[in-house]
């Protein structure tokens, strides 16, 4: 079997192409994620059975690549943010492939769950996905949801904050003893992401613990705003959320998209007949055009720019 998979090094991101070879597997090395012409032509070449990406590559790789160039991929899995339904439901209309969404984390290794092909063989039927998931645990891998206040839990079926552990658990933090203890509850991983399981073990993330502002005292997700203004946008556009200090309210939301043709105006209209709290809505003067999202090397959204941006605007009062 043959993968295209994303290997980190010191520069960054790149994709590794597995080889099937007599003796074993041998490995080609692309260091550009982004350039999707020569993937989709080397995938071609070497008949690759396997892709691994980010959301953010994928949507490249429907724009440059041709179906032909992935008529070997059996499986392409997906992981680093979260992925975005109208990119899966464009990836699978033009290559015929599901996109299979994962999760993980360095601290485990990095892989902590995924989606996988359902089964149904021999009269029975085994369901290994679920679309805005991120699947089952791996197996040996164990997760539970507790109470953010509390520490208590099990949850099931309620949303709460994620721990995880396993024999691809880290033993910790070298040399750095406090950090290990805040990252460690009782054996357990503490991901700083909020998540709910089902009662049949699917995991959902919806929200990461440090992607909250706290506004007039409500915790105020900015993943679900992103999920609102997302479904108000093309499916080519993208948004992103971030919060700046509020004298008033303690923090205020500011939101960057990048729809040339949609104006702020119109776009805030919208957002208010959706059915998002008034509270959780953006200022008309925060919805901010911005000619891209700022990304880091492995596609996820860059937070740290992100936040700098909407403080220079916000300060400029541009």
């Not at 209209?269 to 911005?290: H, V």
Request: glycine share 10%.
């Amino acid at each position: 079997m043959v993968g295209v998979l994303p290997f980190f090094h010191s520069f960054g991101f790149a994709v590794t192409l597995w080889l099937p070879m007599v003796d074993g597997f041998g490995a080609v090395f692309h260091p550009n994620p982004m350039d999707g012409k020569t993937i989709g032509e080397v995938a071609l070449k070497y008949r690759g059975t396997i892709l691994v990406s980010t959301p953010t590559f994928y949507a490249g790789y429907i724009r440059k690549c041709q179906r032909e160039q992935f008529a070997h991929v059996r499986y392409a899995l997906v992981g680093a943010e979260k992925l975005r339904e109208p990119i899966a439901t464009a990836f699978f209309e033009k290559f015929g492939i599901t996109l299979l969404e994962g999760y993980g984390c360095t601290e485990m290794s990095p892989v902590v769950a995924v989606n996988a092909p359902d089964v149904n063989e021999q009269g029975g039927f085994q369901r290994g996905s679920q679309p805005g998931t991120v699947g089952h645990p791996l197996p040996g891998v164990v997760a539970k949801v507790v109470d953010l206040e509390t520490g208590e839990g099990p949850l099931i079926g309620k949303a709460g904050l994620l721990l995880v552990n396993g024999p691809n658990r880290m033993l910790g933090y070298l040399g750095e003893p406090e950090r290990t203890a805040e990252a460690l509850r009782d054996g357990w991983y503490v991901t700083g992401d909020i998540a709910c399981i089902d009662d049949a073990g699917f995991i959902r993330i919806t929200d990461r613990l440090s992607r909250f502002s706290k506004i007039a005292g409500e915790m105020v997700p900015h993943m679900k705003i992103e999920e609102q203004i997302q479904s108000l946008l093309d499916s080519q556009y993208a948004c992103a959320v971030t919060a700046v200090p509020d004298d008033a309210r303690g923090e205020r939301l500011v939101a960057f998209y990048t729809d040339p043709e949609l104006q702020a105006s119109e776009l805030w209209e919208r957002l208010c007949r959706t059915d998002l709290p008034r509270l959780w809505l953006p200022k008309r003067e925060d919805l901010r055009f911005i000619d891209a999202i700022p990304s880091l090397g492995t596609g996820k959204v860059d937070l740290r720019a992100v936040r700098q941006l909407a403080a220079s605007a916000v300060e400029a009062g541009a």
